[in-house]
């Protein structure tokens, strides 16, 4: 089948490649000059595990295209997705600029018949107003062209975009129109073979869906880095609570880890946005707030350890503090929202230094933060190390799992390690000779007092 998607960023691109890969013909449009060149040369403007190999073969085989042609790509199409951003704007609203715009685009182009698709997350009520937009161009052009609307919210994990892309666990398809459902069959047929992961469900059913899945995760974190809270209060172990509830299956072992805070592209802004939804429509979304705010308040928990190390703000002046992982979560260079983000702001507002090392988000963290004195991004985690009175470790790389505590002990000035994903057994880092604080575990408490 002939597709369009708009937008290259990590949903059109991620999904505009795997339905290449199974065979669709695949024209990726975005306004962006600069990045469409560099894709088609195989430069892939994001770090996602297999996705380059991915694109460079189906460019190379002639299934996936990129153009900033909307018009090329939109005549070709059975199938249009729109797949661009929606940031939140000032109230936590989304921002639905983007998406109108490509809807307009669309109505200024359309000469056959086409299913529109919602990709991108957007508010409930949306594929609405992409319908009236576009049926507002083509009266405007003087064309009757028949086309729908559908949602078909993505859910794909930053990480692991190419694999929830190519083996998704459901793909919901919101629409009232057999037709196009059928069709959408069609396309997704490839991905739906052992057994039938497609949900139909009416368009506004979709587009909350996907705003329910994310804060009902969003939810399920806060929850424990509350019980976090409340574990090192009392001087309990959360990570023995969380073993302790995860074997029972309502509850599930996934996402009830406690740690520095969720961030990313989704979690911050979705649970945002729904709020707003709700509160638009007369409600008060109360736990939707507090899912919020205590994420809000778990991102400046790593610092308050830190204070609490210290007995104080006033002693960090000068310190230098070694960051192991910048990235909002292992596996992607992507920091927004990342909790480093607020670490790292509150080492440099207490005049401390910081020397940070990150698997893939070094070059990001440069062209966040330029080049200022206080900042020194390293090529390997051992070299972060180098001069440091402390480290803190805010994302769970893989490679930062079984660190030589021994040598820690020896390079650390101070002796104190931070840890913001409990990737350690207080045990073994306590009998290295290090101060150990982690999140929700009791030691925290044992601790208090200063340093050692
Ligand atoms: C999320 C959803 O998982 C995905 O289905 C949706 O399509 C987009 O949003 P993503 O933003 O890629 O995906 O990140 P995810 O892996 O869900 O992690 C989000 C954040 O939660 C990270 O900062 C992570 O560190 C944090 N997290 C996750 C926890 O703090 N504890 C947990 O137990 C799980």
Not at 219 to 232: G, L, V
Not at 287 to 315: C, D, M, P, S, W
Request: charged fraction near 25%; hydrophobic fraction near 45%.
């Amino acid at each position: 089948m002939h597709v369009a998607i708009f937008g290259t960023g990590y949903v059109g691109l991620v999904s505009g490649t795997c339905l290449a890969e199974v065979g669709h013909e695949v024209t990726c449009v975005d306004v962006d000059q600069g990045k469409i060149e560099g894709l088609r040369q195989g430069i892939i403007p994001i770090y996602e595990p297999g996705l380059e190999p991915m694109v460079k073969a189906n460019h190379a085989e002639g299934r996936l295209k990129f153009t900033t042609d909307a018009g090329e790509a939109i005549a070709g199409a059975e199938i249009i997705f729109i797949a661009v951003g929606t940031p939140p704007d000032e109230d936590g609203s989304a921002d639905l600029q983007y998406v109108l715009a490509v809807a307009r685009t669309i109505g200024r182009h359309l000469q056959a018949p086409a299913i529109v698709v919602d990709k991108s997350t957007v508010p409930v009520g949306t594929a609405d107003k992409v319908r009236e937009t576009i049926a507002g161009e083509l009266a405007a052009r003087g064309m009757d062209v028949v086309f729908d609307v559908v949602s078909n919210p993505e859910f794909l994990k930053e990480g692991a975009a190419v694999e929830d892309c190519m083996r998704p666990d459901r793909i919901v398809l919101g629409s009232s129109n057999p037709a196009s459902i059928e069709r959408l069959r069609k396309l997704y047929a490839p991905f739906n073979r052992s057994h039938d992961r497609i949900v139909v469900m009416d368009v506004r059913s979709a587009e909350l869906t996907k705003y329910a899945a994310n804060a009902m995760l969003a939810t399920k974190i806060s929850f424990m880095n509350e019980i976090a809270r409340i574990a090192e209060a009392v001087g309990a172990d959360v990570e023995h609570v969380r073993r302790g509830i995860g074997s029972d299956p309502r509850i599930g072992w996934h996402f009830i880890y406690p740690g520095a805070g969720y961030g990313g592209s989704c979690f911050p802004k979705d649970v945002q946005a729904l709020a707003r939804t709700a509160a638009q429509n007369g409600l008060d979304p109360l736990l939707l707030k507090a899912v919020e705010a205590v994420n809000e308040r778990q991102k400046g928990h790593l610092f308050e350890l830190v204070l609490r190390h210290y007995g104080g703000a006033a002693v960090l002046r000068g310190k230098t503090f070694a960051i192991w992982g910048l990235a909002f979560k292992p596996d992607t260079d992507d920091m927004r929202e990342a909790s480093s983000r607020r670490l790292l702001q509150q080492l440099w507002d207490a005049g401390a230094k910081v020397r940070a090392f990150d698997p893939e988000a070094c070059d990001e963290a440069r062209r966040i933060f330029g080049q200022r004195p206080d900042l020194v991004l390293c090529d390997a985690a051992e070299q972060a190390l180098e001069g440091a009175d402390a480290l803190a470790v805010v994302t769970e790389w893989k490679q930062f799992r079984s660190p030589d505590f021994a040598r820690l002990r020896q390079v650390l000035g101070d002796a104190v390690l931070f840890d913001g994903r409990n990737l350690y057994e207080p045990e073994d880092v306590e009998a290295a000779g290090i101060a150990y604080w982690a999140i929700g575990r009791g030691r925290s408490i044992r601790n208090r007092g200063g340093a050692r």
